[in-house]
């Protein structure tokens, strides 16, 4: 590899802090959590206002700008089909409350941005861009075409990817077009994942409605709140809880939003709240079964109680996160978030949790399947060409691994995760904030530098790759 031109992009990777901040800035304050489908937006206005802020520095940039009409587009070197693409989303999941910052006003503090979608994954988004841009200032010729393409439903079905029925807009990126030869996707951790975990949702329904009260938990704008309304009912203190006391007394308990492939192993406030009612003798007796499964099952994130568990040699044991419970006509639902290893299957959990949901007084009411567990060939060269770049700037000998959370690696052909480890939070932030999804998200432009480096290094060993490996053989 040519070192003099490793200098000079190492130069200007330094040198593009500032801008690199504005832009992940500029990015954060566009609002673009997923929302009602309008023409030429099939996932909402803010996905939309993120593309089109992407396309208008791509064309001010001379790139190659594509809009494929399905809520995907692409920056290319050059024109024509991209052979390698780096995919990025521009949607995020909703703000909810409790932040120190405002969500949509990002600020730097302390060598971070914070605002909702810094990390996950706007933060990302600008460092790629930039970094072409340093390639193209600097006259670098890659002898393939590189794409930046950036999709607007990833964090809640990727549509934008497998299309949406009865949404004309939202056909679905690989129904309609040809992706890369090769993928990578910088929305989870170095060196390089080469397979992911499954995904499903299924949504428990109690057979009777409760009898006078309400429990609600995980909703949008609160994801890390449970409240119960509770009718001519007095109370006065409770253990970790608000209350508030009228003719409906209030009860709500709250803990940090947490990631659905990360759910906490004490619990959420789901278990608190539940443990709290039940304690105090709050709840008719009818609805003391109905709180105790809830208070169990938001505490068994490894699914032993529902017999789901699962063990993996090569990925994380199973997850699963109590995420929500909401209420219609007196009936509770909740909500079950699933992550489950090559191990076990689909079919197998969603008939194991309507086992035992039956056996506590719930039926199915839907079920939703996310993505599906995949494994690449862990000798795919090039999985050692990107660890070894990785390895180069980080200056370990790390190993490629499997991750929880997913992202369009789980959907494109040949693709494997690569980076950027970007969150990480200042130290003076309070428990419970700065991570992804959560409160006062939170991206360190040392790490988006950081890996800058390690993607220009990996860009150009691909460069010689593709030399010995032509995309047309």
């Not at 023409?39 to 190659?64: Q, T």
């Not at 079905?157 to 910088?186: E, Q, R, W």
Request: aromatic share 8%; glycine share 10%; with cysteine.
């Amino acid at each position: 590899m040519n070192e003099k031109l490793l200098q000079e992009i190492d130069k200007a990777i330094v040198e593009s802090r500032t801008e690199l901040a504005q832009t992940t800035i500029d990015l954060v304050n566009i609002k673009s959590v997923k929302s009602t489908p309008l023409p030429g937006a099939p996932f909402g206005e803010g996905p939309r206002a993120v593309l089109d802020a992407v396309l208008k520095l791509g064309e001010e940039n001379g790139f190659a700008c594509t809009d494929y009409g399905v809520g995907v587009i692409s920056l290319a070197t050059q024109a024509g089909q991209p052979d390698v693409g780096v995919w990025l989303h521009g949607d995020v999941v909703p703000e909810g409350d409790g932040w120190l910052y405002e969500p949509y006003n990002a600020v730097e503090y302390k060598g971070c941005i914070i605002g909702r979608g810094a990390t996950d994954n706007k933060g990302q988004l600008a460092a790629i861009f930039l970094l072409m841009r340093i390639f193209k200032r600097l006259g670098i010729q890659l002898h393939y075409n590189l794409g930046l393409y950036v999709g607007s439903d990833e964090e809640f079905g990727m549509g934008d990817m497998i299309g949406v029925p009865g949404n004309d807009d939202a056909k679905g990126f690989l129904n309609m077009c040809t992706p890369p030869h090769i993928s990578l996707v910088p929305d989870g951790g170095f060196p390089v994942g080469y397979g992911g975990k499954g995904g499903l949702t299924i949504v428990l329904k109690s057979k009777k409605p409760l009898s006078g009260w309400s429990f609600q938990a995980g909703l949008p704008d609160s994801p890390g709140r449970a409240t119960a309304e509770l009718p001519n009912t007095a109370v006065t203190a409770l253990p970790d809880c608000t209350v508030t006391q009228g003719d409906i007394t209030t009860v709500t308990c709250e803990t940090p939003p947490r990631h659905g492939a990360h759910p906490d192993p004490n619990g959420n406030m789901i278990t608190k709240l539940s443990a709290a009612l039940l304690d105090a003798d709050l709840v008719p007796e009818e609805d003391r079964a109905l709180l105790s499964f809830y208070k169990t099952v938001s505490k068994d994130t490894a699914g032993e109680f529902l017999g789901i568990a699962a063990q993996c040699d090569v990925m994380s044991p199973l997850t699963v996160f109590a995420q929500r419970i909401t209420q219609c006509d007196g009936y509770s639902y909740l909500r079950l978030n699933v992550r489950y290893p090559i191990t076990t299957t689909f079919e197998a959990i969603v008939e194991q949790i309507a086992k035992i949901g039956d056996q506590y007084g719930f039926t199915v009411d839907s079920v939703t399947r996310g993505v599906d567990p995949y494994l690449m060939d862990i000798n795919d060269p090039i999985i050692a060409l990107l660890q070894e770049a990785s390895n180069e700037v980080i200056g370990n000998n790390a190993a490629p691994f499997t991750m929880g959370g997913g992202t369009y690696a789980h959907r494109l052909p040949r693709a494997f995760v690569f980076g950027t480890n970007g969150n990480l939070p200042p130290e003076d932030f309070p428990k419970g904030h700065g991570e992804a999804h959560g409160i006062d998200e939170a991206v360190s432009l040392d790490r988006l530098q950081r890996a800058m480096h390690i993607y220009a290094r990996a860009l150009l060993k691909l460069n010689d790759f593709v030399d010995e490996n032509p995309f047309s053989a």
